[in-house]
């Protein structure tokens, strides 16, 4: 199974080149394509009502929207459910209400973000394709990032905390149990259940790194011919970079024939950021402005995908 | 008579030996607190103004921080006299 992800400034068109490319790879294969972005328009570009499932728009055709609200809500009111269960006794008192407020905790958008991606790419593979149609720049780099970080941490922690249960073990070791009342705090690393649930995300995560990192994803960076696109593009390469991301192809979309020398200027800054990655040009479709009855996803061009074109 | 003195020999020698354990695993002890008071404070950074890790990882694990979050408590009211704790721990007086 191939994945890719559509990337690029706000409002370049990575969500109708998105459409398009899995409209055209399905006349061949069987594809998946999940809208990420908070503020989708998937629906809209194929001209039906997704309501957050998967919808079937012909045999090898499958589009999604991810409903962040729902998934933010569901991972908080999981972990609220293992707190209060922790805490039971506070249900006496009708207190373990208020560990609800978890639910306003901030950064939680790009960990449920990462999970639906994770839960399709584990779920979903009966595909040949998943296509992400992800969010502008700046939160899709935050949630590419986050296994690279997360794993960063969590070893870290890890380290930390085979240091604090070998000075238990060593304290176990000299001293003993003193008398019967006290507690015999864990040392043994299956006991741990901080340590159990630090090397189950670390394992989750180093997963989907690695097929993040893998021969089997691309990145599709899409940009237009202006000068603030391109900044933007350059931006976004050198993160991709840093996170060992693979760039695989890059659309320049909306091109005007009067513009043509500031498309040229642009794709030639981009092969010099991006050397040997093909560019597709796409041209700046008139039928949006002028209220043609045209279906968005149909475009002139043929746009090939990335694993195609080896 | 002879049982009594007996058991009151055994529980001195038993307490003498108790007291020398535990003086012997005291500067662990206070390693391993201060280990867990890092482990909490690296965790739960933002509620000290520290860079912190991602926020879920703070949500996974709270759950079962009860004993971190205490000891990094107990050391956050201790800490205004750090010098002296440190020497009671290493029997300086």
Known sequence: ?????????????????????????????????????????????????????????????????????????????????????????????????????????????????????????????DF???????????????????????????????QIRRDILEKRHTIYRIRGVLDDKETILSYDEDDDDILKRLKKLKGNYQTLSSILQGEDCGIVLVYNPDTLSLKESKRLIDGLYELKLPLRLLINNKIQ???????????????????????QRVAFSEALL????????????????????? | MISSLYRRVRRFLTNIDATHRQKAAALTVVEMEELENIFALLLMGSFTGLPSPPTFLAVELLPFMERELRILCKRAESCNDMLAEMCGTIGID
């Not at chain 1, 024939?257 to 560019?279: E, F, G, N, W």
């Open chain 1, 257 to 279: 024939q009067k513009y043509t020398a500031m498309a040229d200027h642009v794709d030639s800054a981009m092969r010099t950021l991006a050397p040997a990655i093909p560019i």
């Open chain 1, 1 to 125: 199974m191939k994945i890719l992800f559509f990337t690029g400034k706000g409002g370049v068109g990575k969500s109708t080149m998105s459409a398009a490319m899995a409209r055209q790879l399905s006349q061949q294969y069987r594809i998946l394509i999940v809208s990420l972005d908070p503020a989708h328009n998937l629906g809209d570009i194929f001209g039906v009502a997704l309501n957050h499932k998967k919808h079937r728009f012909t045999d090898s055709l499958y589009l999604k929207e991810i409903n962040l609200q729902k998934l933010c809500r569901d991972y908080l009111q999981r972990e609220t459910r293992v707190l209060t269960d922790t805490y039971r006794y506070l249900q006496t008192i009708n207190l373990d209400n208020y560990f609800s407020v978890l639910k306003y905790s901030p950064g939680i958008e790009e960990y449920a973000l990462l999970t639906s991606i994770e839960e399709t790419l584990r779920s979903e593979n």
């Open chain 1, 290 to 310: 002028d209220g043609q009855n045209s279906t968005l996803y149909d475009i002139e061009e043929t746009l090939l995908s990335p694993f195609e074109m080896k």
């Open chain 1, 128 to 158: 040949d394709y998943i296509v992400f149609d992800t969010p502008p720049t700046g939160l899709t780099l935050r949630f590419l990032a986050l296994p690279w970080i997360t794993v960063t941490w969590i070893d870290r922690l890890i």
